[in-house]
Protein backbone atom coordinates (compact mmCIF):
# COMPACT_ATOMS: atom_id res chain seq x y z
CA UNK A 1 0.00 0.00 0.00
CA UNK A 2 1.50 3.53 -1.04
CA UNK A 3 1.56 5.89 1.54
CA UNK A 4 -0.79 8.46 -0.05
CA UNK A 5 -3.34 5.47 0.15
CA UNK A 6 -3.20 5.59 4.16
CA UNK A 7 -5.39 7.93 6.14
CA UNK A 8 -3.68 10.83 7.74
CA UNK A 9 -4.53 9.95 11.25
CA UNK A 10 -2.83 6.63 10.63
CA UNK A 11 0.08 8.00 8.68
CA UNK A 12 2.42 7.88 11.96
CA UNK A 13 1.48 4.79 12.91
CA UNK A 14 2.25 2.88 9.29
CA UNK A 15 5.39 5.05 8.96
CA UNK A 16 6.79 3.58 12.86
CA UNK A 17 5.69 0.11 11.43
CA UNK A 18 8.26 0.78 8.73
CA UNK A 19 5.36 0.66 6.16
CA UNK A 20 7.30 0.85 2.41
CA UNK A 21 7.61 3.95 1.00
CA UNK A 22 9.58 5.59 -1.59
CA UNK A 23 12.18 8.15 -0.60
CA UNK A 24 9.97 10.55 -2.50
CA UNK A 25 7.17 9.78 -0.09
CA UNK A 26 9.09 10.02 3.03
CA UNK A 27 10.73 13.21 1.81
CA UNK A 28 7.61 15.04 1.10
CA UNK A 29 6.50 13.95 4.74
CA UNK A 30 9.27 16.28 6.38
CA UNK A 31 6.33 19.34 5.56
CA UNK A 32 3.57 17.41 7.48
CA UNK A 33 2.46 19.71 9.81
CA UNK A 34 1.91 16.55 12.45
CA UNK A 35 4.76 16.44 14.43
CA UNK A 36 4.05 12.86 15.24
CA UNK A 37 4.39 12.47 11.30
CA UNK A 38 7.80 14.04 11.31
CA UNK A 39 8.81 12.50 14.85
CA UNK A 40 7.90 8.82 13.01
CA UNK A 41 9.94 9.99 10.03
CA UNK A 42 12.74 10.83 12.18
CA UNK A 43 12.59 7.23 13.51
CA UNK A 44 13.10 5.39 10.21
CA UNK A 45 16.76 4.27 9.54
CA UNK A 46 15.33 3.88 5.52
CA UNK A 47 14.86 7.78 5.18
CA UNK A 48 16.56 9.78 2.52
CA UNK A 49 19.29 12.15 3.48
CA UNK A 50 17.55 15.09 2.30
CA UNK A 51 14.79 14.46 5.25
CA UNK A 52 17.68 14.29 7.72
CA UNK A 53 19.25 17.09 7.02
CA UNK A 54 15.49 18.90 7.03
CA UNK A 55 14.53 17.15 10.18
CA UNK A 56 17.55 18.17 11.97
CA UNK A 57 16.38 21.69 12.00
CA UNK A 58 13.25 20.70 12.72
CA UNK A 59 11.37 23.83 14.83
CA UNK A 60 9.95 20.48 17.02
CA UNK A 61 12.57 19.26 19.72
CA UNK A 62 10.85 15.87 19.93
CA UNK A 63 11.30 15.59 16.12
CA UNK A 64 15.06 16.46 17.20
CA UNK A 65 15.31 13.92 19.25
CA UNK A 66 13.88 11.30 17.66
CA UNK A 67 16.35 11.81 14.60
CA UNK A 68 19.15 12.23 17.54
CA UNK A 69 18.02 8.70 18.53
CA UNK A 70 18.05 6.90 15.09
CA UNK A 71 21.06 4.68 14.49
CA UNK A 72 21.42 5.16 10.86
CA UNK A 73 22.54 8.68 11.49
CA UNK A 74 25.65 7.67 12.66
CA UNK A 75 27.88 7.92 9.27
CA UNK A 76 25.63 10.80 8.62
CA UNK A 77 28.38 13.58 9.37
CA UNK A 78 26.46 16.38 8.40
CA UNK A 79 23.20 15.51 9.88
CA UNK A 80 25.85 15.16 13.31
CA UNK A 81 27.37 18.09 12.99
CA UNK A 82 23.58 19.90 13.02
CA UNK A 83 22.45 17.80 15.98
CA UNK A 84 25.72 18.90 17.92
CA UNK A 85 24.76 22.44 17.49
CA UNK A 86 21.40 22.26 18.81
CA UNK A 87 20.71 24.20 21.99
CA UNK A 88 18.26 21.40 22.89
CA UNK A 89 19.64 19.46 25.72
CA UNK A 90 17.31 16.89 25.25
CA UNK A 91 18.55 16.55 21.64
CA UNK A 92 22.25 16.38 22.39
CA UNK A 93 21.89 13.74 25.07
CA UNK A 94 20.02 11.60 22.96
CA UNK A 95 22.55 12.00 20.25
CA UNK A 96 24.76 11.16 23.29
CA UNK A 97 23.00 8.01 24.23
CA UNK A 98 23.04 7.05 20.45
CA UNK A 99 25.54 3.64 20.67
CA UNK A 100 25.56 3.62 16.86
CA UNK A 101 27.29 7.00 16.89
CA UNK A 102 31.14 6.79 17.33
CA UNK A 103 32.07 7.82 21.22
CA UNK A 104 34.84 10.52 19.01
CA UNK A 105 31.80 12.03 17.26
CA UNK A 106 29.82 12.91 20.89
CA UNK A 107 33.30 13.98 22.49
CA UNK A 108 32.79 17.13 21.08
CA UNK A 109 29.98 17.77 23.27
CA UNK A 110 32.28 17.59 26.71
CA UNK A 111 32.47 21.35 25.89
CA UNK A 112 28.88 21.54 26.05
CA UNK A 113 27.65 24.83 28.30
CA UNK A 114 24.76 22.23 29.55
CA UNK A 115 26.33 20.10 32.43
CA UNK A 116 23.60 17.37 31.77
CA UNK A 117 25.12 16.44 28.38
CA UNK A 118 28.58 16.96 30.03
CA UNK A 119 27.83 14.09 32.36
CA UNK A 120 26.26 12.12 29.63
CA UNK A 121 29.10 12.45 27.75
CA UNK A 122 31.27 11.22 30.88
CA UNK A 123 29.13 8.36 31.33
CA UNK A 124 29.55 7.01 27.74
CA UNK A 125 33.02 7.40 27.76
CA UNK A 126 33.38 5.30 30.86
CA UNK A 127 31.39 2.91 29.33
CA UNK A 128 33.73 1.93 26.87
Do not use: C
Not at 61 to 74: D, E, G, H, K, T
Request: no cysteine; charged share 25%.
Amino acid sequence: MALIDIPTNQLASALSDGEEASSAELLALVQSKDVSIRESLAAREDAPMGAFIHLAQDKKSSVRVALASNPSIADKTSVISILSADKDQDVLIALVNNMAIPALRVRILLDSNKKKVRQAVEARLLER
